[in-house]
């Protein structure tokens, strides 16, 4: 696992929460108006249906309340940055769970969890409170900013499902997604030769080699959020966003196909 950065981005607590339990309200919103021949639909992950999808989102969000129901862990052991990399080792554990998950109706789970996680949140004030989690201890505040994460991809991976749908998202959310898996990708190819443009929302420099002081970048990489994302977690891939215009790439250095997917 890369070492995380010495000096992390930080996210504003209040508008995380408000953030995650907005995406969450789109997806259940959405998921409430899916017909039985919608929700048995394959997904782009593997086996997964959308039902099973739909249900590993309310896991996503559940994380958050059963995780403070444990005791409080007595030391951070896991940063922010770190948890990208870590994911990839719990990916059987959470297949399994999520089939299990898909059993029950999914109105009263999405309502179950959405109430769990206000009740969850509505005593925690103390600043720099720990949770347990797959990975080890983290910050609560740094656990919910990766609730971003699951909940954009997760979001992005229905709206591919199910043709026609089209599921909002949160500008909050979404800005916390993209600028935590950029910030992954400067851990894993740390440098200054490439700068990596995300407008409106990141901009990082990887890669090593000379670094860039003033004027323009000679190594420059640019694409929209929705399509870094897909690039980080492996959704598309390089090549492909390069054929479709998605990402534009300028400069010897800028081709980052070596190094994506950051987060699988």
């Known amino acids: 696992m890369p070492p995380a950065k010495k000096r992390t981005r930080t996210y504003d607590p209040a508008k995380i929460r408000t953030a995650v339990r907005a995406q969450f ?81 999914l109105g009263e789970l999405y309502a179950h969890t959405l109430t769990a996680y206000d009740e969850a949140l509505s005593g925690v004030v103390a600043a720099g409170r720990l949770t347990p989690t797959r990975f080890g201890a983290m910050t609560l505040d740094d656990f919910l900013v990766t609730r971003t994460v699951e909940l954009i991809v997760h979001t992005d991976d229905l709206n591919d499902a199910v043709p026609g749908l089209d599921v909002a998202y949160d500008r909050q959310a979404l800005a916390a997604c993209t600028r935590l898996l950029a910030d992954a990708l400067a851990v894993k190819a740390p440098g200054g030769a490439v700068e990596v443009r995300v407008p409106p929302f990141a901009v990082v420099q990887c890669v090593q080699g000379p670094r860039h002081t003033r004027g323009t970048p000679p190594n420059v990489v640019e694409t929209d959020p929705l399509t870094w994302i897909r690039l980080a977690t492996g959704r ?29």
């Open 25 to 105: 309200g789109n997806v259940r919103d959405a998921v409430a108006a899916l017909e039985p021949e919608q929700l048995a639909l394959p997904t782009r992950l593997g086996e997964w249906t959308v039902r099973e999808l739909a249900a590993h989102i309310t896991m996503a969000l559940g994380a958050v309340s059963r995780f403070l129901a444990m005791p409080e862990p007595a030391a951070r052991e896991v940063a922010l940055l770190d948890w990208p990399f870590a994911t990839a080792s719990a990916a059987a554990q959470v297949d399994e769970a999520s089939r299990a998950f898909a059993a029950q109706d």
């Open 236 to 264: 598309t891939d390089w090549k492909s966003a390069l054929d479709e215009a998605k990402v534009s790439a300028s400069g010897e250095r800028a081709d980052l196909a070596g190094l994506l997917p950051v987060m699988s």
